[in-house]
């Protein structure tokens, strides 16, 4: 029969629709409305999985986060989801979900045998061995242990769901919907705050879905129902379910998860699978209530052993008994709740109470309906190895340390309550120091550091009706202080039961001569001996203890464990638990989807794409692209089957012999403008600007204050206070910034002011010896001689109508003009160039040919200013003023700055001219030397020179100009090539400059 | 003291692990030392170990203000390389790695030293091209590296993204073979157990207030635990420095920041190596509890705080995912940060410093974890000779002064940029 | 995420905006003569404090100016964020 501990009365499942689902191949049936937990335990099914170390059966200990071994694994393929905890896993049609960390099946598991072979593996114990011989550690043993590491199988396939997220801010953020939230919520959005309400579950309402409480003359499920329905009915509230706040970090940012898909039968395919909130809250209030902590005791970790919080909850909320014969093992009133819906229920529970009494209304309840209780006895071992079929009991003794008498109960499930702890990871995480509280017994919040209140249970506040004071006057006194609105909503009246005196006893002394494993961190397999252990050892601060035997560090944090830890740590210690101390809480509070953090930027989405506004034209013809930082561009325009190689020859031998253009938009492009501005350029660039002529441009470089080139460029001067800066596509976006801050900061008397333009021109370089020719056609109206545009000129024109800027400036070392005109036009001035230059030759080159015209010119780029060189390491030295100052000229007295023999630019040619030297090779004297032999500099770019017909390398040489005709080796043992150079100038091509001055 | 082995293991079993003595003492300070390390984390635990194993120099105190192995010994990613380009990086780190071959042994303490291999992805020929320069320096050191193209690549972690979506195409990598991980945490309390054993005194919760110094020359330290004598005393407080130094009235080459790292779920191990992505700072690992082990950048302003943002983890992370689309579906567990003490330079100082008697060790930036071996071993040469020894003789503070910067990166002193 | 109030755009998250530095360190004039030590106390020392501390942002992602803060660079709570030529 399926679903036979289901029961009849309760639970808020929708019984009219059944949902199949399969577990482990097999297939059953739930509710709409039930998790994978409550419909496997409607099932009958405990056993889910198994520990991490010593595979030992496990079942469900909770029944939402605070789940510790009810991990599955669901679907498979792309999709497949590891380590899915059950319990928070919404039932949805056709969901598959199997067992993990075992071998061949989860109830008989290959690798059970380590928990056989458990006392030689303590805590700690690969710390001990593995050590001999030396490299089994790497060959043998850590390949064994990693077969056996990991829990669920994660996917090897792109995610095929997609993630979004959203940016919020709200006066009030309040996360949990158990009363004191919702008291809050109503209390802060009925005076006017922005509320923004966040619950974790399916489900609003925390613990009055499962507490018989009365708010107001209604019972507590219908008070929290209205609210809702009433927080969803005013606009200036967002109620969110299925949403948790995992973290809480500085100025009150706050982070949601949403799960906006997994729960749906057959979703939209266009709604993300889950969402990412980024919240600016002005306040948060938190309200995420407390969690049950287990008793410890032999074999408490068995599958059928849960807390009694749980146990409840399946009851009341999903209408599922978790056995029919349960033990409830408490330590104080809040277990009896749990046999009180047994009970009620028809089932008839035995409560074993290690209090001597307690005479609450609760334990009255109890009595009444007739519960077996038997106080001063707990449960000393569970039995049963898949599932608990029975329990030794132990009357304890006056000072419970040992057992007055032991006898067995049968039993199909242990309930277990050991009290409350508060859920502080929130306000831990907004630097509110905690404290330990004597009467809660756990570590509550106390000064805040940030905005931030906690309210609730997860204030220790453990009442319904302190919790619905908090909340109200919580959700009226900072709405007020935010709004100044005075619209107080008084907390109603409420009447719940009243709860007795815990016992702070929680873990059961071993019998005589038994050693029982008593666990305390369930899915790490932490058992009370690895505590003992460590602390035996000297691992004393609780850090100490956490790492050494990874207490706490499992998927659940240690939320069900930490405290038992602390407090057995302090019972050793003989301290009190908060000289212990307790270790740090981080985010998240549960795992969160990396691909909820990242959101959209995946896949082409990963960073942007910069395209120069003409891409769309060399896409159409053949172009090969390049990433150059964001920026595609053209690499070369493939004919044919062309290489690389033989393209880019091809388009730089073109430029030589005829001319070509090239896109060099990607060029960053500053307008500076202003009285001050050649001052200005005349502090951040080496070499003097104030004479510079209008209609003139000029090389420059920039340093950094360390003395180390920062960057090059031409700037033009269009004005008298005008003037166009180019910089490197690399850098375009730092020296803009550097530029802001020497006028900003350094020198806010200059009157001068910068903007990028890099986007607002399209850019073209003509080069070669027919630029000239080509120019006049496309200017007619302008005088192109040397003359009338001579080296390093400027002039204005227009282009056809369309106006346009002119500078004869070369990198190719070519004959060449950049010709400037606004974006939209860049299609429009290519074509025309394309057209005018047909008869002319002209060919596009990309950035390999561009490459190669620089490099066979001795022009330097980005691979040799790398940020380690200094002006003079690229022959620059003409360049540095010594009559003035500037960015970074104090840095060049440096001693190993004016060392003679630092490395310089050369050229290098292969002694065979036929071998290209691959970039990256060093240079030495001697190819055999033994390591580590002396590198004497490096190949910083190759090229095939088109003018030499041989390869022609740049390199950075230690005493470089000395070494000029000297053979070297240029090695690179990562290609396995050692090929004989020669040094030459780095000046290959036309050493004088002449043809770009012809 | 105890010998562990497999054979120890075995017989403590059968006393219930009852028999087992505790790692480290918990000893009272003595009066006078004749030398005090100041911070107990990786660098400070084995500076004492080598200066009494190697210079015996045993009467050492290690002081630690809060507990040993809690600085970025014990919160980083674990990963151990000697890929350096630059000539005092890498023979420095090739040193260390020499170090941690046999570190397992030599402490009798398994650290797990695991050389699984780091892969570098690089994302065009350009970047291709600086590994290559950067590899064939190593190569010429004597280091293993080997250049890996896309198609080797795929055959090693195929999960990797290779398909037409990715924003910037894996084109090769570079490869340390001996690049891999060690267990942290066993480093640190590996190092702690045998300097304890040759009469070390580690002394916890005792922090350094100020400093004894007369005419020129260190005297002793003033503590919580009050004053101690010693006349040499090393500084080892990495993300601590300036807070030290500034009892001093010295200003230092660093700026502490904050790096975060993050894990996820522990999974079934599915990468073997250890990988960085090209196009961004990401980097990741699997641990050997299944953990996929993930950094990345700065948070990118002065912090003293142990813990990061959000923003700076979905930067990072996108990176990861860009690199392995599949990390998309795990999710990620635990995040938590470190203070870096970034230098100038990007490089460490191992040095004496104008007071006689103080030395120095700090600007390990985010690459501390990997010198723990070779830091303490040229420190403590340093402290025994009172000179450095050639591995760290580049490694001058006064490199500031000079101009003999060791730029591995290039990025200047923007020390926030990385 | 940082809240930062930007003197002249008001208050952003920290994404909008990058780091600066030390706003202590004050860049000796142009075509003075420093010493040695002088300047690269400037280049490269910092005092690097525990607590307050004043720093340079750039609204890089807004209205591109450069501004100062004072930040608790252990707590990282902003006192105040002025204009550059204003005292912080």
Redesign the interface.
């Known amino acids: 029969m399926s679903q036979k501990f289901r029961l009849n009365k309760v639970g808020y499942i929708n019984r009219d629709k059944k949902i199949s689902f399969k577990f482990n191949g097999k297939k059953y049936f739930g509710f709409e409305g039930d998790t994978l937990a409550s419909a496997l335990l409607a099932n009958g099914i405990h056993l889910v999985g198994r520990s991490f170390k010593y595979h030992r059966p496990r079942g469900f200990i909770g029944a939402g986060v605070e789940e510790s071994n009810a991990q599955v694994q669901l679907y498979s393929g792309a999709k497949t989801e590891p380590n899915a905890i059950a319990t928070t896993v919404e039932l949805v049609e056709g969901l598959v979900a199997k067992s993990q960390n075992c071998w061949p099946s989860v109830s008989f598991d290959f690798g059970a045998i380590n928990n056989f072979l458990s006392r030689f593996f303590p805590a700690g114990f690969y710390y001990k061995t593995f050590m001999w011989p030396k490299s089994f550690w790497y060959k043998i043993y850590e390949p064994i242990i990693r077969r056996a590491a990991g829990l669920g199988i994660a996917p090897l396939k792109p995610d095929p769901d997609r993630y979004e997220h959203q940016f919020e801010h709200c006066d009030v953020l309040i996360a949990g919907s158990g009363p004191s939230g919702l008291a809050s919520a109503l209390a802060a959005a009925k005076n006017g705050a922005r509320v923004i309400l966040a619950e974790d579950k399916p489900r609003f309402g925390g613990s009055l879905l499962t507490d018989e409480v009365t708010i107001g003359n209604k019972k507590g499920k219908d008070w929290a129902d209205e609210a809702v329905a009433q927080l969803k009915s005013m606009p200036n509230v967002i109620i969110k379910n299925r949403s948790q706040v995992f973290g809480y970090y500085d100025h009150n940012m706050m982070v949601m998860f949403e799960r906006t898909k997994d729960h749906i039968e057959n979703p939209n395919k266009f709604i993300p699978r889950q969402r990412l909130w980024y919240i600016r809250a002005k306040e948060v209030i938190i309200s995420t209530g407390s969690i049950e902590r287990p008793l410890v005791f032999g074999n408490n970790d068995r599958p059928g052993i849960m807390l009694a919080s749980a146990a409840k909850e399946y009851i009341k909320v999903f209408g599922v008994a978790v056995g029919k014969k349960p033990i409830i093992f408490t330590n104080n009133d809040s277990g009896y709740d749990a046999a009180i819906e047994f009970k009620k229920n028809g089932i008839n529970p035995l409560i074993f109470d290690v209090r001597e009494n307690s005479e609450s209304s609760t334990v009255q309840e109890a009595k009444n309906l007739g519960i077996d209780i038997k106080f001063s006895h707990g449960v000393v071992n569970a039995k049963g190895y898949l599932k608990v079929n029975s329990a030794t009991i132990g009357k304890l003794n006056k000072d419970k340390t040992s057992y007055e008498n032991l006898y067995d109960v049968s039993c199909d499930s242990i309930c277990v309550s050991g009290n409350w702890t508060p859920t502080v990871h929130l306000s831990s995480q907004s630097g509110n120091k905690l404290k330990f509280d004597e009467k809660v017994n756990a570590f509550i919040p106390n000064q805040s550091r940030q905005n931030e209140s906690t309210i609730g249970s997860a204030n220790g506040s453990f009442t319904l009706k302190e919790a619905l004071e908090e909340g109200f006057n919580k959700g009226y006194n900072l709405s007020k202080k935010i709004n100044g609105k005075d619209n107080q909503t008084s907390s109603p009246t409420s009447n719940e039961k009243s709860y007795g005196k815990q016992d702070k006893f929680w873990c059961m002394p071993l019998p005589n001569k038994k050693h029982y494993k008593r666990c305390v961190d369930f899915q790490n397999d932490v058992y009370v001996s690895d505590i003992e252990l460590a602390l035996r050892e000297g691992f004393r601060s609780i850090e100490h203890v956490k790492r050494y035997t990874t207490l706490g560090m499992a998927t659940d944090q240690g939320r069900t464990s930490n405290l038992n830890g602390l407090q057995l740590v302090s019972n050793i210690e003989k301290k009190i638990v908060p000289e212990v101390g307790h270790t740090t809480f981080r985010p998240p509070y549960t795992p969160v989807t990396i691909g909820a953090i990242v959101g959209r930027e995946v896949g082409k989405h990963y960073r942007p794409t910069r395209k120069s506004p003409i891409h769309e034209w060399h896409e159409k013809n053949n172009a090969v692209f390049v990433d150059a930082g964001l920026w595609l561009r053209p690499r070369y325009y493939k004919q044919d089957n062309e290489t690389l190689m033989e393209a880019s020859k091809r388009e730089a031998n073109n430029v030589r012999k005829n001319v070509g253009i090239c896109d060099v938009t990607s060029l960053g492009k500053i307008d500076i403008k202003g009285p001050n501005a050649a001052e200005f350029l005349n502090r951040v660039y080496t070499n003097a600007w104030m004479k510079l002529p209008i209609g003139k441009a000029r090389y420059g470089v920039m340093l950094r204050e360390d003395g180390i080139v920062f960057d090059d460029g031409t700037t033009t001067r269009i004005s008298e206070n005008h003037f166009h800066m180019t910089t490197t596509t690399a850098q375009a976006v730092n020296v803009l910034s550097h530029l802001e801050y020497y006028l900003q900061v350094v020198w806010p008397e200059l009157a001068v002011n910068v903007l990028s333009t890099t986007e607002q021109w399209a850019g073209v370089a003509l080069a070669g010896p027919n630029s000239r020719n080509l120019l006049s056609k496309l200017f007619p109206d302008i005088d192109v001689s040397n003359e009338g545009i001579p080296f390093m000129g400027y002039k204005e024109s227009n282009l056809f109508g369309v106006p346009a800027r002119i500078f004869r400036i070369s990198f190719s070392g070519e004959l060449a003009y950049e010709i400037n005109v606004e974006s939209g036009y860049g299609v429009f001035m290519w074509e025309k160039i394309m057209e005018l230059g047909k008869e002319m030759g002209i060919e596009p080159y990309g950035t390999e040919a561009l490459s190669t015209l620089r490099i066979e010119m001795g022009h330097v780029a980005g691979s040799e200013i790398d940020g380690r060189v200094i002006a003079s390491d690229l022959s620059l030295d003409g360049m540095l003023s010594k009559k003035k100052d500037f960015i970074g000229k104090r840095s060049l007295n440096r001693n190993a700055f004016l060392d003679s023999a630092r490395e310089k630019i050369v050229g290098v040619v292969p002694v065979d001219k036929k071998t290209m030297i691959p970039e990256g090779s060093h240079l030495v004297e001697d190819s055999s030397a033994s390591f580590p032999n002396p590198k004497l500099g490096h190949i910083s770019a190759s090229c095939w020179s088109v003018e030499y017909n041989n390869p022609f390398s740049l390199a950075i040489l230690k005493d470089g100009k000395k070494k000029i005709g000297k053979k070297l080796f240029a090695l690179s043992p990562l290609k396995n090539t050692n090929i004989e150079v020669e040094i030459v100038s780095s000046h290959y091509v036309d050493p004088k400059g002449e043809r770009v001055r012809s | 003291m105890q010998k562990y082995s497999i054979f120890s293991l075995i017989r403590n079993a059968f006393s219930n692990h009852q028999n087992w003595d505790v790692v480290w003492r918990d000893p009272v300070p003595k009066k006078e030392y004749d030398a005090i390390i100041i911070g107990g984390g990786g660098h400070g635990l084995a500076t004492a170990y080598y200066l009494a194993k190697e210079h015996k120099i045993n009467n050492v105190a290690i002081l630690e203000k809060g507990w040993i192995g809690g600085g970025n010994v014990g919160r980083n990613t674990t990963i151990l390389r000697s890929n350096y380009m630059w000539d005092a990086n890498g023979l420095f780190y090739e040193h260390g790695m020499k170090l941690w071959e046999n570190l397992s042994q030599e402490l009798n303490y398994n650290v797990m030293y695991s050389p699984r291999g780091i892969i570098n992805l690089a994302h065009s020929d350009a970047q291709l091209n600086t590994y290559a320069r950067r590899g064939n320096s190593m190569r010429l050191n004597g280091i293993d590296a080997v250049m890996l193209g896309r198609e080797e690549l795929k055959k090693i972690i195929p999960f990797a993204d290779f398909s037409e979506s990715a924003r910037f195409p894996i084109f090769g990598a570079l490869m340390q073979p001996r690049g891999g991980t060690a267990r942290h945490d066993a480093v640190a309390w590996g190092y702690a157990r045998q300097a304890d054993a040759m009469g070390v005194d580690i002394i916890q919760h005792c922090e350094v207030t100020g400093f004894d110094v007369s005419n020129g020359k260190i005297q002793g330290v003033q503590t919580t635990r009050g004053n101690i004598k010693s006349k040499k005393v090393g500084l080892c407080v990495a993300g601590s420095t300036s807070l030290l130094a500034e009892k001093l009235n010295m200003k230092l080459p660093i700026e502490a920041h904050v790096l975060q790292a993050c894990v996820s779920e522990p999974v079934k191990p599915f990468l073997d190596h250890v990988v960085t992505f090209g196009a961004g700072h990401f980097y990741c690992s699997q641990s050997d509890k299944g953990e996929m082990v993930m950094g990345g950048d700065l948070d990118g302003y002065n912090s003293y705080a142990q813990r990061g943002n959000l923003p700076t983890l979905q930067h990072v992370l996108s990176e990861g995912v860009a690199m392995f689309p599949n990390l998309s579906r795990l999710k990620m567990l635990r995040t938590w940060g470190g203070i870096m003490d970034m230098s100038m330079d990007g490089s460490p100082v191992i040095d004496k410093s104008h007071i006689d008697g103080l030395y120095l060790n700090f600007g390990w930036c985010y690459g501390g974890f990997k010198a723990t071996p070779v830091s303490g071993w040229t420190f403590a040469h340093t402290i025994a000779q009172d000179r450095p020894h050639k591995l760290n003789e580049k490694f001058k503070l006064n490199r500031f002064n000079t101009g003999h910067l060791i730029d591995e990166k290039g990025v200047g002193t923007k020390t926030w940029i990385g | ?3 930062i109030k930007c003197p002249y755009c008001g208050n952003r ?3 909008e905006f ?5 706003a202590t360190v004050k ?2 004039s ?2 003075k003569e ?1 010493s ?2 002088e ?12 607590g307050k ?1 004043s ?2 942002w ?1 609204h ?1 992602a807004g209205c ?3 501004f100062k803060v004072s ?1 608790n ?4 709570e ?1 006192f105040k964020t002025s204009k ?2 204003e005292e912080i």
């Open positions: 995420m940082l809240e998250s920290q994404n990058s780091y600066g530095g030390d860049r000796p142009l075509g420093v040695d030590k300047w690269d106390d400037f280049v490269y020392f910092r005092k690097n404090p525990r501390h720093e340079f750039h890089v591109r100016q450069w930040r660079t252990a707590t990282h902003i550059i030529n």
